[in-house]
């Protein structure tokens, strides 16, 4: 099972990734860079559709079992 956490470069959405991911797969995007062990990381700017909108198909296509 994955789980989708917008955010997740810092602040809360960090925190919940890193708890998350001791029970499932994190699928994390953020604006900035980051390299962490405990998600897949992508950085993305949501306010961008065109960018969203092909992330989203990447993620979905990739990962099976998701929970937005």
């Given amino acids: 099972k994955a789980i ?3 955010g997740s470069s810092s602040g809360l ?3 919940l990734a890193k708890k998350l991911s001791h029970k499932y797969k994190i699928i994390g995007c953020g604006r ?3 390299k962490c062990n405990f998600q897949d990381y992508y950085q993305v700017d949501l306010s961008n559709t065109n960018e969203t909108n ?3 198909n990447y993620i979905t296509n990739k990962n099976k079992n998701i929970y937005l």
């Fill in 13 to 15: 959405g960090y925190i």
């Fill in 32 to 34: 900035r860079k980051l």
């Fill in 54 to 56: 092909k992330w989203f």
């Fill in 4 to 6: 989708v956490i917008t």
